[in-house]
């Protein structure tokens, strides 16, 4: 075929010139091959729908260009057919654009020649029916999906009549497709929902359009069954033409597997009580319910006593038939509305929904001592309730079982078959005193403690005799703490060793600076009574010497408080002849203000007695007090050991105890503690004027200290 573009034309020219321009702007494309199948002229449709230029094209075989890998072969081959034998053919083909993309044609081609008195070849007429290959794919997609799909799909009218049903609604309802069509879906009903469900479903529909969720409906067997259904009005061209199409799937299983896992869940196995995550969801309701009403609640933690001996006596298996008829008997004797849970082995934990009174707890005990038969033999059993009641306990629902549980407890520890209240504010004195140990604690590792030391003074020449060591810590909050806001929570506790120790190691460290700055000092130590009986307290006080073999064990005194029972008075007695023995002096501290004075001083060596300050303080005003003091002084007068009295804050108290005998005091009246820092320049002071007075020989040195 000529190259040029007149020539272009010319088969089509010979004829009618209308017809080149109807090959020109027709929509359709055209393409004009030789008899090899080679393009040879395009219209220009073609060259827009497939972004090919002619002058690109000419020459090239068409199936080299428009053909692609999805180009179906036997259709190739067909088409190949045809032209080797120079037939008409139409076929549907995938072919690719210039970009690519691939789109549908519709092709008639016919061969030219001689007849027509052109160059022999083919014209090729195709139509983009693209968009119709879509549609025709997605309805064989549609029907597939229809036909397949394990959901149920349910198509009516506007009326609500069945169209069409796919086969998962006929194997889940048991309904064939001819049994159907033309009837309403109603036929499922089960009955379960009422006419106000229904009107609710259908005014959402009418509203949105859409309507989704659980139903329960009926097989054709009368058989029940759950359903997860969705339903969409599907809208037409034509005004007021819809339909309704609804998909459902049966999640019957799904829902009994579902309170399967529920039960699994939430309640015991053998008793088949609620178990301890139910009960703790029921607690926090009845809590707010509670709150609403402004009423209370009981939680009663119950353990039976020694049940194991139930399983070793008569098996496991006796066992557990035991504990499924005590949750039977709890369940009945509770009111209704309350609440049993098994929450361990032979542990139950009942909720009660009001203020109940003792005869309540009284008769679930009672319930417990019911005789139960075991393989043949009469068994009782009986049990530990501790009770928390809220509000006034007025915790959370896992705080309320935690209290009613350590109030069982504490029932155990009374003997069997006992009750025991939870008390709100003692639990929160044990709060408190746990978050400071964990203070104290923190305080021991960063070094806050330090030690303040008040002097001891001998009353007929004013001289020191030494140092009381006294414990303060530098809070990084609070600033300076006195040891009555610490040590309280020390006593008793695990700390109470280390930080005895912490003391001890302290004042010897400063008995040996002083001693580096040329002042021998002595030191008074308080020692606690769990301190003083711990097993290792005499070695640790040899080990400690040991490492400071310059220091004289001599000006080490340990004061032990009287106020403070000792549980073995003997082995008290060996530490502390043991710690004589190493070099140390010992100090009953506190006389007088414990039950076990005299036997004390009868039994434990030591080598002065100190008289508390709660009896100095007002002794010149009680008669009472004064003839402690007196008593003090004389007994020790007896028993050749020395007397110091603490909280000496006047002259006159310095008189009067001077007057009965007691020739050591010590007090504010002398001098407040003070920090280590401070106590050599103290001294100084002290001894100047000391020494001043001393000149008088009219004087007693020590009767002016009062002023100082």
């Not at 930080?499 to 040329?518: P, S, Y």
Request: aromatic share 8%; net charge negative.
């Amino acid at each position: 075929m000529p190259d040029s573009s007149n020539r272009d034309h010319n088969i089509i020219d010979t004829r009618d010139p209308r017809l080149a321009l109807l090959a020109s702007h027709t929509p359709n494309m055209v393409i004009i091959t030789d008899e090899a199948g080679r393009f040879d002229w395009v219209n220009p449709s073609f060259e827009k729908h497939t972004g090919y230029a002619l002058n690109e094209l000419r020459g090239k075989r068409v199936d080299e260009v428009l053909f692609g890998e999805d180009t179906d072969p036997e259709t190739v081959k067909r088409i190949r057919r045809k032209l080797y034998e120079n037939s008409e053919f139409e076929e549907d083909l995938l072919q690719y654009s210039r970009s690519g993309s691939p789109y549908w044609v519709h092709i008639h081609c016919f061969p030219i020649g001689r007849d027509q008195g052109v160059k022999p070849g083919f014209i090729a007429i195709q139509n983009n029916i693209s968009d119709r290959k879509n549609s025709e794919r997605g309805l064989r997609i549609a029907a597939s999906v229809f036909d397949r799909s394990h959901e149920a799909v349910l198509i009516t009218d506007h009326n609500n009549r069945i169209l069409d049903v796919n086969p998962a609604f006929s194997r889940i309802t048991g309904y064939s497709r001819n049994e159907v069509l033309g009837l309403n879906p109603s036929i499922l009903s089960s009955g379960r929902h009422t006419p106000e469900y229904y009107r609710s479903m259908w005014h959402t529909i009418e509203r949105t359009d859409h309507w989704r969720g659980e139903i329960w409906n009926r097989r054709k067997n009368g058989e029940e069954y759950a359903e997860l259904l969705s339903i969409s009005r599907v809208h037409l061209d034509h005004p007021g033409q819809f339909y309704h199409v609804a998909a459902f799937s049966d999640i019957t299983a799904l829902k009994n597997h579902a309170k399967e896992l529920n039960r699994a869940a939430n309640y015991d196995v053998l008793t088949g009580l609620p178990n301890r995550q139910l009960l703790e969801e029921r607690l926090r309701t009845a809590r707010s319910h509670a709150d609403r009403l402004r009423r209370g609640l009981s939680v009663c933690y119950l353990d039976l006593d020694g049940f194991h001996t139930i399983n070793e006596r008569f098996g496991h298996a006796a066992g557990d038939e035991a504990l499924k008829s005590l949750a039977e008997r709890l369940t009945r004797t509770l009111r209704s509305g309350d609440i049993i849970a098994r929450i361990g082995g032979d542990e139950f934990v009942m909720l009660l929904h009001s203020d109940a009174t003792d005869q309540v707890f009284q008769r679930i005990l009672a319930t417990v001592g019911d005789t139960l038969t075991l393989r043949g033999e009469s068994v009782t059993l009986t049990g530990s309730l501790g009770v928390t009641r809220y509000p006034d306990d007025n915790s959370d629902a896992e705080g309320l079982i935690r209290h009613a549980d350590q109030a069982m407890y504490s029932a155990k520890e009374k003997g069997r078959n006992q009750i025991h209240f939870f008390d709100p504010r003692l639990d929160e004195h044990r709060r408190k005193r746990r978050s400071q140990l964990m203070d104290i604690t923190r305080a021991l590792e960063n070094e806050e403690f330090e030690l303040y030391f008040q002097p001891q003074v001998h009353l007929p020449d004013g001289a020191i005799t030494g140092f009381e060591a006294l414990i303060r810590w530098n809070h990084p909050e609070l600033g300076l703490l006195a040891p009555g806001s610490f040590l309280p929570a020390v006593e008793n506790s695990h700390l109470e060793v280390p930080l005895g120790q912490w003391v001890v190691k302290e004042a010897i460290h400063q008995l040996n600076r002083w001693r580096q700055a040329g002042t021998t000092l002595s030191v008074s130590i308080n020692i606690s009574a769990q301190h003083l009986m711990d097993r290792s307290f005499a070695d640790f006080i040899e080990t400690y010497l040991r490492l400071h073999p310059d220091l004289d064990p001599g000006l080490i005194t340990l004061e032990v408080l009287e106020s403070t029972a000792l549980e073995d008075t003997q082995r008290a007695s060996n530490v502390l002849s043991r710690c004589r023995c190493l070099g140390l002096r010992v100090a009953l501290d506190d006389f007088g203000t414990g039950f076990s004075s005299l036997t004390y001083l009868r039994t434990l060596p030591v080598d002065m007695i100190k008289i508390d300050q709660s009896f100095v303080f007002n002794m010149l005003e009680d008669a009472s007090d004064r003839a402690i003091v007196e008593s003090v002084i004389f007994l020790a007068q007896r028993f050749a050991h020395p007397v110091l009295a603490e909280g000496v804050e006047t002259m006159d108290h310095a008189h009067a105890l001077q007057h009965m005998g007691c020739n050591f005091v010590q007090g504010y009246g002398i001098a407040r503690p003070m920090p280590a820092g401070d106590v050599l320049d103290w001294a100084r002071q002290w001894q100047q004027v000391r020494d001043e007075e001393g000149a008088d020989s009219q004087r007693n040195p020590a009767s002016s200290f009062v002023q100082r």
